[in-house]
């Protein structure tokens, strides 16, 4: 699987902005998919996944109620939707796989993408 990541940009705190993150090669179905961050000088930290399925969601404390995953597996593609974005979210984002389930562990992942900068602004 490989995994391209975009979406990423310069937003003021208060924005919004969507990532995407568009899979292709074996076959998106059975796949678990992330998005983990990793700000200057701090650990990737998980953000946000969805299962397989899509009927599954799970969400860092930090972003519930504001950041929204969906995946179109028609399209192979899975989307952040991300609101009310605060200075703090401000990292580079990546996309990820796992096989069949999600992990909030970095370790537990089987493909990643290369990331995309989101930069939020006071």
């Known amino acids: 699987v490989q995994l391209q990541a975009y979406g990423g940009g310069l937003v003021q705190a208060g924005g919004s902005l969507r990532l995407s993150c568009a899979a292709s090669?074996?076959?998106?179905?059975?796949?678990?998919m992330h998005w983990f961050r990793q700000a200057p000088g701090k650990e990737r930290e998980f953000v946000a996944a969805i299962s397989w399925s899509g009927s599954v969601t799970d969400y860092a404390d930090s972003v519930k109620g504001r950041f929204n995953i969906v995946s179109d597996n028609a399209a192979s593609t899975v989307y952040l939707q991300m609101n009310s974005l605060k200075p703090e979210d401000t990292a580079v984002y990546y996309c990820?796989?796992?096989?069949?389930?999600?992990?909030?562990?970095?370790?537990?992942?089987?493909?990643w993408g290369k990331g995309t900068l989101v930069t939020v602004s006071s």
């Open positions: 090669g074996r076959t998106f179905s059975y796949y678990a």
């Open positions: 990820a796989a796992a096989w069949y389930g999600s992990s909030r562990s970095v370790n537990g992942m089987d493909y």
